[in-house]
């Protein structure tokens, strides 16, 4: 019989070790398995469990029974360790830097291999059919074709991959996120959705909640492989314009504002070295997925839409994404920039067809024009013709700078199986051949292409085995840099407690009023100060002049204060955070700070102007804010859970007006709000 193994009984401190233990490996494990959860994430909870150790921590031996120069040593064993873990980070940082250029060679080989403009076809399932039993498919996908039943004969279109209806959104993003990888190494990309109305390209584009397109996972990729980075930094910012009617519309600006301010107008501009810039088009510093995923939402619903005989919902213009990518390392003193569009063309439909009349046949044909000028641009570009027709368009003119030589392309082209779509489907994959710029006949042979597999198989597997040593070589960085961070603030806090226990000491020792026990009572509490003993963030600010402090700032939450209006400064002078002040942002009297890991740990600071009467902090899902805080006369309370959310809300105790305070957060458990005036 199988005797359950006792558990071996711990006394209190050493159980307290293992659970802490325990609770970092189950973190450490965690963040293996989900891609969402960010390094920085991992050290926000890190830093809790080194506060709750801190807060534990029960001395070995009696920190008192020695003397003052037991601490300094070891202070002075702690700096040298400090200086050690300092120069192995620098020698990795270097051996990352070469491991990651050769990566990058290799990811570039691997694209070229494939080719740096693809053209690939979706093929959308037959939804909604009363009779499915009757309903032929015209279209047969193959993996690198499609055949087209057209009177009774099939036709032949080569693509570089084919999406059969089952392939799911993982398939198709899965062709897609080497291109992200590539936009954060430094090319221009253009993604690309073609086809006609209805066809899917906002389904592959947008995507739904539960099934995700390639905008939310481009950028969710993209936030992710930058925090995994550790020798650059990434700066990002987020445009969004569509290109309606020939004319440009910034979509980041409400239409309101638009009319109220008469904010100038879109113009393209070229400087010198060929890069393309949208004069005047709002460009939005985001720091996290979500502050993107918000400019999207508000851009996404300023888009033109009209009612199509073909899709109620059909888009009339093109919606060009723009996430522009500025990349800092360590040693150079430039950044590396680079672009990535992600396109959703307007619907391809002919007009015939669709009966259009009116504004609605203008804005067809103006969709046509500047498809065919993209597809010439393309063609022209695949056949490595010397004149590129960038100036037919507006849409290739954008475009110029990263449709060329160096950057990556993908022409994702969609089509509708249905006997009925048949000539749209076929006018569709004529222009995906037009650009893969391979005329019929002339693709490579069987053993060119046999080939090129291979060779890419050999790069892939090269680029793999790179990617997992750059990995390696990033977490061993980030596990030093998490020691090295540890040490420093052990140290500061060792010196602090030194000179707290000098000070009383000798308050002590002048009252001659306390026998020897006391003090080592008194002392080893010092360890783990109670908290009403410790200067709260209130009282150290009590000493400053008037208006220093949280006390002349105002920030009252009133719920029913709804039209009180809202500014959110950048952190860098001039750019903008967020503009969830426009009308078409879904929570208007509210600036939401999530994902506290790149607001506070990257930045430290978070400015907020014009707050007035009535305004409302909310920040969500704070790492370590579970506690009331006070400083100065603003109180942060916890509003018990809602959801799966944890709202905190910002007040203040007297009414008066807040100009600019300034919400600084310090540490993983304290949020400081402080008025600039
Ligand atoms: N692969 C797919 N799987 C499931 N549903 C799809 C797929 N492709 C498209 N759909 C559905 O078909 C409908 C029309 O698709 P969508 O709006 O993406 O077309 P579109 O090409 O963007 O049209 P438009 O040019 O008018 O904007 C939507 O309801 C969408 O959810």
Partial sequence: MLIPKEEPRLDGHLYLRKSLHNLRKSIQSLLGSKQDLTCRWAESVRYIIEDISAECKVPDSPSWSGPLETVQESSKNTEDDICKLEAELAKLRTQLKEEDSLRRLLHNEYLDLKGNVRVFCRVKPLLNDKRPGRVVSAVTPLLSQVLVSVAGKKKAFQLDKVFAPAASQDDVFAEVGPLI?????????????????????????????????????SLQLLFHQSSL???????????MLELYMGSMRDLLVSNSRRISESSPSLSIQMDPRGGVEVENLTEYIVKDVYEASQLYLIGSKARATAKTNSNAFSSRSHCLIRITMASYGQSCPYPVLSKLWLI???????????????????????????????????????????????????????????????????????????????????????????????????????SDREERTKAMNEVKKRLEGQESTCEHLQGQIHELEFLCRKKKMSSKREVEETKDKVTLQSTVLSRKAVDRRDIIAVSKGMIGIP????????????????????GSSTMKYDKTAKSKKKHLMGYRRGAKVSPLDTNSANDQDMV??????????????????????????????????????????????????????????????????????????????????????
Avoid: W
């Fill in 229 to 239: 980075d550790c020798n650059k930094r990434y700066d990002f910012t987020f445009s």
């Fill in 531 to 550: 908290r009403f003993m410790k200067a709260t963030t209130s009282s150290r600010l009590k000493g400053r002049p008037e208006g220093c402090h949280g």
């Fill in 344 to 446: 959703d063309l307007g619907g391809s439909e002919r007009l015939l067809k669709t009966d259009a009349k009116g504004r609605i046949l203008e804005e067809g044909k103006a969709i046509n024009l500047s498809l065919s000028a993209l597809g010439d641009v393309i063609s022209a570009l695949q056949r490595r013709q010397s004149h590129i027709p960038y100036r037919n368009s507006k849409l290739t003119q954008i475009l110029r700078d990263s449709l060329g030589e160096d950057a990556k392309t993908i022409m994702l082209v969609h089509v509708s199986s249905r006997e009925e779509d048949v000539s749209e489907t076929t006018c569709t994959l004529t222009f995906a051949t037009r650009a893969r710029g391979i005329h019929l006949g002339k693709e490579l042979s069987l």
């Fill in 592 to 677: 939401d700070v999530t994902d506290r890991s790149s607001h506070a740990v990257s930045d430290n600071k978070l400015h907020l102007t014009a707050y007035e009467e009535g305004s409302e902090v909310k920040m969500q899902n704070i790492v370590g804010l579970s506690k009331t805080e006070t400083s100065g006369a603003m109180n942060i309370e916890n509003e018990p859970q809602t959801s799966n959310k944890q709202k905190l809300h910002c007040r203040n105790k007297k009414n008066n007006v807040c100009k600019e305070p300034q919400a600084t957060i310090t540490t993983a458990s304290t949020v400081r709000l402080e008025s600039k005036s």
């Fill in 181 to 217: 990888r590539s936009a954060l190494d430094g090319h221009n990309v253009c993604i690309f959705a073609y086809g006609q109305t209805g066809a899917g390209k906002t389904f592959t584009m947008e995507g739904t909640k539960d099934s995700p397109g390639i905008v939310p996972r």
